[in-house]
C-alpha cells in the first residue's frame, strides 16, 4: 500500500511539476519558519532562568519623569547610584544580597600586543547572587581581594593555552598585574549578562584611586542586582522604598 502510494505520489509530481515544486517549497519554507518560531518561543522563554535562585533576583530601576529612555515611551531606567548598595544593606533588613555592576574597558599586555578587553566590575556578592559557576577557583573567595579576576574559559586559552590559568597573572597597560582567581564555565547565550572578565570594585577603586561612593543619588552609572530574604512582603517593602524618592526621581 504503501510503495503505491509512493508511486502514485511520483507520478503526479512527473505530471504537475511546477504545481509540485511551489507545494513542496512551500511546505519547506513553512516547516522552516514554524522551526524558527519555536526556538525563539523557546530562547524566550528560557532567557535567565537557569539561575538556582532566579525567582529572588531584582534588578533595581529608577524612574526619572521627563527624561524617556531613547526609543521608547518609557521613563524606567536601569540605572542606579553606588550609595544604594550600603544603604539600602544599613537600612532595609529585607535585603539580603546587594551587588552593583557596571562595563568598563581595560587594556591588558600580551605577547608584546595591547588588547582592549571589556570587563564586568561587581560586587564580590555577584556570584552568590547569580548562577555562573566556576570550573577553577572559589566563587565565596575568588572577587574579595584587590587585583584580583575571573576570566572565562574562553579568555583562559586565549591568554594561557592549555595551562592551568589560577594564580597566573594578567598585566594591565599601568603595568599592574591582575591574579587570575577563577575560571568561569562559559556564560549561556540565553543570558542577558555576558561577559568574559569579572573584576571587583575594589580593585577598580585601585586603579583610579579614588571611591566609587558618592552621596548623590542622581550619580547612577550602575545597574544593582539584589535578592530578598524569605518571607519578605513585597508591598511593605514596596512602602519602604518610597522613602528614597528624591526630587521627583524614584527608585
Known amino acids: 500500500m504503501i510503495i503505491y502510494n509512493l508511486k502514485n505520489a511520483l ?7 511546477g504545481f509540485s515544486i511551489i507545494n513542496i517549497l512551500g511546505l519547506t519554507i513553512g516547516n522552516f519558519c514554524c522551526l524558527l518560531i519555536i526556538l525563539y518561543v523557546q530562547s524566550e522563554l528560557t532567557f535567565d532562568r537557569f539561575h538556582r535562585n532566579g525567582d529572588n533576583i531584582y534588578r533595581v530601576v529608577m524612574r526619572q519623569p521627563g527624561n524617556r529612555v531613547v526609543g521608547s515611551s518609557s521613563d524606567w531606567w536601569v540605572v542606579s547610584p553606588a550609595i544604594l548598595k550600603p544603604t539600602w544593606e544599613n537600612e532595609l533588613p529585607e535585603v539580603n544580597l546587594v551587588a552593583k555592576t557596571q562595563y568598563r ?62 594564580g597566573k597573572e594578567l598585566e594591565v597597560n599601568d603595568g599592574r598585574q591582575l591574579i587570575v582567581s577563577g575560571v568561569l564555565k562559559e556564560v549561556p547565550k540565553n543570558s542577558h549578562l555576558q561577559f568574559d572578565f569579572l573584576v571587583s570594585f575594589k580593585t577598580l577603586e585601585s586603579i583610579q584611586r579614588r571611591s566609587l ?4 543619588w542622581l550619580n547612577n552609572s550602575f545597574k544593582t542586582y539584589l535578592t530578598l530574604n524569605n518571607n519578605t512582603d513585597l508591598e511593605q517593602l514596596d512602602v519602604k522604598l518610597r522613602k528614597y524618592d528624591i526630587e521627583g526621581f524614584n527608585v
Request: proline share 4%.
Open 11 to 17: 507520478r503526479f509530481i512527473k505530471q504537475h511539476r
Open 105 to 166: 574597558f581595560l587594556t591588558f599586555r600580551h605577547s608584546d600586543q595591547l588588547i582592549n578587553e571589556e570587563i564586568l566590575f561587581v560586587d564580590p556578592e555577584f556570584l552568590s547572587i547569580f548562577t555562573f559557576p566556576l570550573l577553577k577557583g572559589n566563587k565565596d573567595q575568588a572577587l574579595n581581594g584587590i587585583n584580583t579576576i575571573v576570566i572565562s574559559e574562553k579568555m583562559s586559552r586565549k591568554y594561557f593555552g592549555v595551562e592551568n590559568p589560577i
Open 213 to 216: 561612593l558618592s552621596d548623590n
